[in-house]
């Protein structure tokens, strides 16, 4: 087995590597192809009859007007180029399931005691909610009266149970049905509610754009009221075939939820489907939680721990000496009974880390993070008796380093915080459209639901979007007239923006872009950006009680590319009281040199009664000196105020096409991973090796062709990986014939099995 020892690019060389073209000429492939109208099978097999190489394997007819295809690349590039009827060839993605205070903290409980039209208590009684994820255990105690049935995508039949083969079996669905509905030991947020289960992912919790794609299909054709999907990748893009599906199933009335993802807490790290325009994206915050601090004695250091889910409760009633572990391998943790170890993220999972420190008597485990960023989530496979918490690369590198000189003592310190915003949760914006994702979050860390067998917490923004599918329930069952777009308003409109503690970590853009924001919300500490947070957390019982709805629910002014630019948006403003009528007014937005708000004078809006309304925005680039700015138009509407998140950029500076790129272990033995952010996407993308004393190339690590842009995150096998020693690496995007790359050096270590 090889085992990669990276190196940051830190340097350039003083020769430039010269690479070869990257071959279009590639096995066979599976595309979604998107037709610009609805075509009979027979149309379809005509399409593609004079391409011989091509199989067709699934008709979707509901969630896109489209086919899926295998063939080469050229085949499907001739297609693509001679019909005129295709409107889109998308590569089929793979794509991941993305791992009761909390009911209480979004408003479940006061609903409890809210009655429907028909006198019912809200529970979500007579609502469908689709999930589409690996499956259910649908005899659960708590889940089989809420079983209403389903589809098996993956083995094609009608039994959507979770995965239960030993090593492969999944537990996602079942957990994320429970958040919705669970209705016994625990209960969901609606816990009335109908599960229709659409097992998506199979084995593992992975699954493609193919299989994805035929549940969201089902259930259009089952009509479901709301749609779940826990799942995604890091594509941030708003185009996907999956997006674009969500958005045709809130066409035909479905709302639709999405995870917004786990790849926080950078920016434009949100991915499909939470990047589709017409859904509800979601993004994850904290319930109440005690969060701990590492105190070093005789320093002012503190460095904030995520708790690994699965461990035991940073509870330690003294101090203890901090030793370096390596990476939690057996013959590393030699010296560590009593003590606080440190190890490193990579070829071990958590659990074998967690486990080996255990059995060598380590009192607490610190795990710091291998690649750039901030601290990362993780779930345990069993429950310890010791503490386990995660460290951001940064501070894990400072202790490293600190415990290798001398010997360092450390006492743990809870404070107790909530409504935060997690670090691994997504944020935007999305590119191309510069639209706020996530549009909200909810609670998606410590999350205790269902799993096959029992219950277990986990956390995620994959439990965060099921908090909101079940506050949809809610709404619903209140307002049964009300479409996908006025129940995301009401959420929206009435969700609390948070703001980030002294402890919360902070993500920016680039220096000189301006981090003005009309929001006058918690003065004393500084508020999360809208494309973190969107509106901000969700308070479903506002959401019901709501006598307004303004959408659309967040603004996009776009791109300023003119010298002076004047954008105008519309909104439509409903009083939806049967019997006040409503005064509305908005709040003069902070001023802003270069900027000139012309808002709509106070005006009233009788019962029952709407009225559309425009909002201008004009921008001076010559004064205005920002390159983003975002906030939220304040609207008072009798006693309440609802905020309307919204952003705006000025036209980009000539950005480098490749930046980040970092290379460490996977957490799994022969697992290697690497992440490079491409702002403007590429036509070539490539990771180039060259012998570092002739130049001489010797091949590529990875190639992709018509890349999007935003993070690419791949993981890499032991097999892909050269022979050992030391080459110099070029990272190269070429886009419209014009390259960028940044270059350095990696060295390939041979070790023992």
Not at 354 to 383: C, H, P, V
């Amino acid at each position: 087995m090889k085992l990669l020892l990276a190196l940051l690019l830190a340097f350039q060389t003083p020769k430039i590597l010269i690479h070869p073209s990257i071959s279009t000429h590639t096995k066979e492939t599976t595309a979604i192809i998107i037709l610009d109208k609805p075509h009979s099978d027979e149309e379809i097999r005509q399409l593609i009859r004079p391409y011989k190489d091509l199989k067709l394997r699934r008709v979707y007819r509901d969630a896109i007007d489209g086919f899926s295809v295998q063939g080469s690349a050229e085949t499907l590039a001739r297609l693509k180029s001679s019909q005129k009827q295709i409107v889109n060839v998308s590569p089929v993605i793979h794509y991941q399931a993305e791992t009761e205070e909390s009911v209480k903290i979004i408003g479940g409980e006061e609903v409890r005691s809210f009655f429907d039209k028909k006198n019912q208590r809200l529970t979500g009684k007579g609502i469908t909610v689709g999930v589409i994820d690996t499956g259910v255990d649908y005899t659960h105690p708590d889940l089989e009266r809420n079983y209403a049935g389903g589809r098996d995508l993956v083995d094609n039949d009608r039994d959507p149970m979770e995965t239960l083969a030993l090593g492969k079996a999944t537990i996602h669905g079942t957990h994320v049905a429970g958040i919705i509905a669970a209705n016994g030991k625990i209960k969901g947020v609606a816990p009335e509610a109908k599960i229709v289960a659409y097992r998506a992912l199979g084995p593992g919790g992975g699954g493609t754009t193919e299989q994805v794609l035929a549940a969201i299909d089902q259930a259009i054709k089952d009509k479901v009221d709301i749609v779940n999907l826990s799942l995604g990748n890091d594509i941030n893009g708003p185009d996907l075939p999956i997006s674009l599906a969500l958005n045709r199933a809130v066409d035909r009335g479905i709302v639709a939820v999405a995870a917004a993802g786990n790849s926080g807490p950078g920016v434009w790290s949100v991915g499909s489907p939470g990047t589709a325009s017409k859904a509800i994206s979601v993004g994850a915050s904290t319930p109440t939680l005690e969060t701990p601090f590492i105190l070093i004695e005789g320093s002012r250091d503190r460095f904030q721990i995520e708790p690994l889910e699965g461990s035991a409760p940073w509870a330690l009633d003294r101090s203890a000496d901090i030793v370096d572990g390596g990476i939690g391998r057996p013959d590393e943790l030699k010296h560590v009974d009593g003590k606080m170890v440190l190890l490193k993220r990579g070829i071990l999972t958590f659990s074998q880390k967690a486990e080996n420190a255990q059995k060598a008597g380590a009192k607490a485990i610190l795990i710091y993070n291998n690649m750039s960023g901030g601290r990362f989530m993780g779930n345990l496979d069993t429950q310890l008796t010791i503490p386990v918490g995660a460290l951001s690369k940064g501070d894990g590198v400072i202790l490293q380093k600190a415990v290798t000189k001398q010997t360092i003592s450390a006492r743990v310190s809870v404070s107790e915080e909530s409504d935060q915003l997690a670090d691994f949760s997504s944020r935007g914006p999305v590119t191309g459209t510069w639209e706020i994702k996530p549009d909200i979050v909810a609670p998606g860390v410590a999350i205790n639901s269902t799993i096959p067998g029992g219950y277990l917490s986990l956390q995620g923004t994959s439990m965060a979007a099921p908090h909101v599918a079940g506050a949809c329930a809610l709404i619903k069952q209140a307002h049964p007239d009300w479409t996908p777009e006025q129940v995301k308003a009401a959420l929206m409109n009435t969700a609390k923006p948070l703001a980030k503690s002294n402890g919360a970590s902070r993500s920016h853009f680039a220096a000189g872009q301006s981090a003005a924001s009309s929001n006058q919300i918690h003065r004393d500490l500084a508020p999360y950006r809208t494309y973190e947070q969107g509106a901000g957390r969700i308070q479903v019982d506002e959401a019901i009680k709501t006598t307004t709805l303004v959408t659309p629910s967040s603004l996009r002014f776009g791109k300023f590319t003119e010298q002076s630019d004047v954008h105008k948006v519309y909104l439509h403003v409903e009083n939806k009281s049967s019997t006040h009528r409503q005064r509305y007014s908005f709040r003069v937005p902070p001023q802003v040199d270069g900027l000139d708000w012309r808002l709509p004078l106070s005006f009233m809006l009788e019962p029952k009664e709407a009225r559309d309304i425009t909002v201008e925005l004009t921008v001076d680039p010559q004064v205005f000196k920002g390159k983003i700015h975002d906030g939220y138009l304040q609207l008072e509407a009798g006693a309440a105020t609802i905020r309307i998140p919204y952003l705006y950029v000025l036209e980009e500076p000539n950005y480098p096409r490749v930046m980040g790129f970092d290379f460490a272990k996977g957490d799994k033995p022969g697992q290697y991973r690497y992440e490079v952010y491409l702002p403007g996407g590429a036509d070539e993308f490539g990771i180039a090796l060259f012998n570092p004393e002739d130049y001489r190339f010797v091949g590529f690590l990875d190639t992709i062709t018509d890349v999007k842009k935003g993070l690419i995150r791949r993981d890499l096998l032991d097999s892909q990986l050269p022979a050992e020693g030391t080459y110099l690496v070029k990272v190269f995007a070429k886009k419209v014939g014009k390259e960028d790359f940044v270059e350095g050096m990696i060295t390939i270590e041979g070790s023992e099995e």
